[in-house]
Every structure is written in structure tokens, then in C-alpha cells.
């Protein structure tokens, strides 16, 4: 499995980015895709999730009401809509994806097999 992701760049505080991954999986089932981040200096955290069986997703807490995770099944893509940015924002965003996860895991990304390569995302105050 490979995942690309892009759409990172400069925005100002309260402007808004789209970052899309796109993935080579044939059958996403039981599939759960996700976006993790890390500033500099610090771990890298959870932002949110899809879960392609069912739709449901997940977020952090420092992005809900903000950012929105989607996907388009014909282009094999999930994407994250950010809104009202902030310069706590500003990270290397990547995603995931894992094919065995239970809910509980989620937020985990050492329960996670694929990774793509990051997109920076920086917010100017």
C-alpha cells in the first residue's frame, strides 16, 4: 500500500487548506485512513480519521468543528478540509492507513502499517 499525500502550504490565521492522500489500495473494506501531524519539537498526534466501512469518523479535539475528513471513492482519496486555521496548526501532516484497527486504536499511529511521506502546513499569524 502507498499513500501520497499533498496540498500543504502557507495560509494566514482563519484561512483554510485542503490536504489530500491518495492511496493504492484495491479494496479499502475494513479500512481506516488518518491524518497525524508533528511540529516541530514536539510527538506527533492524531487529527482525525475515516473509517471507509461505514463513514464514520474521528477527531482530535484541538481541530473539531474545524477540520472535516472526506473521502471520493473514485479516486481512491480521503481528504482533510482545515477552516480557521491557527498557527497551532502549523505541523508536517501525514497519512495513515490500517486495515485491522478497532475504534479504541485509532488515535494510536503506532497501530498503523502505512504512512505517507508529509505535507507541510504553515500558519502565519
Known amino acids: 500500500v502507498q499513500l501520497q499525500a499533498s496540498g500543504g502550504g502557507l495560509v494566514q490565521a482563519g484561512g483554510s487548506l485542503r490536504l489530500s492522500c491518495t492511496a493504492s489500495?484495491?479494496?479499502?473494506?475494513?479500512?481506516?485512513m488518518a491524518w497525524f501531524r508533528q511540529a516541530p519539537g514536539k510527538e506527533r498526534e492524531f487529527v482525525a480519521a475515516?473509517?471507509?466501512?461505514?463513514?464514520?469518523?474521528y477527531y482530535a479535539d484541538s481541530v473539531k468543528g474545524r477540520f472535516t475528513i472526506a473521502r471520493d471513492n473514485a479516486k481512491n482519496t480521503v481528504y482533510l478540509q482545515m477552516n480557521n486555521l491557527k498557527p497551532e496548526d502549523t505541523a508536517a501532516y501525514y497519512c495513515?492507513?490500517?486495515?485491522?484497527?478497532?475504534?479504541?486504536?485509532?488515535?494510536?499511529?503506532?497501530?498503523?502499517?502505512?504512512w505517507g511521506q508529509g505535507t507541510l502546513v504553515t500558519v502565519s499569524s
Open positions: 475515516y473509517k471507509w466501512d461505514g463513514g464514520s469518523t
Open positions: 495513515a492507513a490500517d486495515s485491522r484497527l478497532i475504534s479504541s486504536s485509532i488515535p494510536y499511529e503506532a497501530h498503523y502499517d502505512y
Open positions: 489500495i484495491r479494496t479499502f473494506g475494513r479500512f481506516i
